[in-house]
């Protein structure tokens, strides 16, 4: 996908219309009249809205501060985590999507892009990589450690919780290590899952220590040091139209990963149909007319 290619696949965040590309180049404009700066390195700025939440311009401006150590510092948590592989811990993330080459995969939270580099790996030849992030500074980082041949890698800044593409646009979506501090979590679920095409994979994790881990002595010291590890997974946030769950713990048992398939419409129970073997009849509905709470 070419970078004019890529700037076509994006639809203004708030009324998902198509951007068109101004003439000088450096900016794409919405129907309305709001305007999205292409910025240096390519980088598209179709963050929504302009002024972002306080948790998450707050989260922003601290990973903007952090981006030179912030790959240390990760590393370090996961090897204070049951001294766990960090390497094979991402390698088994990305690897949930089913990743073939010539695939179209966005990953939000991108970073530095440590993961982006195995998505990459995974779509090629061929593919096209589509990496987001909230701070500025992580991507640009990550424009510079990632330049591969085979891959079109194309970088923007976004709130996952508006995302600048129209329905169903990915084979698969990746997103670790950022969801417990959006602003609008649900939002970012609903969005994260409507982009990707039915059938496609979904995989999304962060921090949430292990419920038989909790009262343990170093792990109730964990709780106790960083709040974030006392988050549930956030099983109320998955939509309805899915398929496939299904819940893992790594680094650890202090981090979860969910995985599923997107579905073309949520399940449903048929709370009509008779139920076999009776001289009377009898259904779901009927039962739970009769049932009381």
């Given at each position: 996908m070419t970078t004019e290619e890529?700037?076509?696949?994006?639809?203004?965040?708030?009324?998902?219309?198509?951007?068109?590309?101004?003439?000088?180049?450096?900016t794409l404009i919405?129907?309305?009249?709001?305007?999205?700066?292409?910025?240096?390195?390519?980088?598209?700025?179709?963050?929504y809205p302009k002024t972002l939440l306080e948790d998450d311009a707050r989260e922003q401006y601290l990973y903007d501060q952090a981006y030179l150590r912030y790959d240390r510092g990760v590393s370090w948590v996961f090897e204070t985590l049951n001294k766990s592989d960090e390497a094979a811990t991402r390698r088994f993330m990305v690897g949930l999507m089913d990743l073939k080459p010539g695939q179209t995969v966005l990953e939000v939270g991108a970073g530095t892009g440590k993961d982006s580099a195995l998505i990459i790996e995974q779509i090629s030849p061929g593919?096209?990589?589509?990496l987001s992030d909230l701070s500025p500074n992580m991507l640009r980082l990550a424009t510079q450690k990632l330049q591969p041949k085979e891959v079109d890698v194309h970088f923007l800044l976004a709130n996952g919780s508006y995302l600048p593409f129209a329905d169903d646009t990915f084979d698969a979506l990746f997103h670790f290590g950022g969801i417990n501090t959006f602003s609008e979590r649900r939002q970012a679920f609903l969005e994260m899952t409507r982009v990707v095409k039915p059938g496609g994979k979904v995989v999304i994790g962060d921090e949430s220590v292990a419920p038989w881990l909790r009262k343990t002595?170093?792990?109730?010291?964990?709780?106790?040091?960083n709040p974030l590890f006392r988050a549930e997974v956030p099983l109320e946030d998955v939509p309805a139209n899915i398929t496939d769950f299904k819940l893992?713990?790594?680094?650890?048992?202090?981090?979860?990963?969910?995985e599923y398939v997107v579905a073309d419409k949520a399940p449903e129970v048929d709370i009509d149909l008779p139920i076999p073997g009776k001289d009377f009849v009898d259904t779901w509905r009927l039962r739970a007319e009769k049932a009381t709470d």
């Open positions: 890529f700037y076509k696949t994006l639809v203004d965040p708030e009324t998902r219309q198509p951007l068109t590309h101004s003439a000088d180049g450096k919405g129907s309305n009249g709001t305007t999205f700066d292409i910025m240096e390195g390519g980088i598209v700025n179709a963050l593919g096209t990589a589509m002595p170093t792990y109730a010291t964990l709780l106790k040091a893992h713990y790594i680094f650890g048992n202090a981090y979860y990963v969910m």
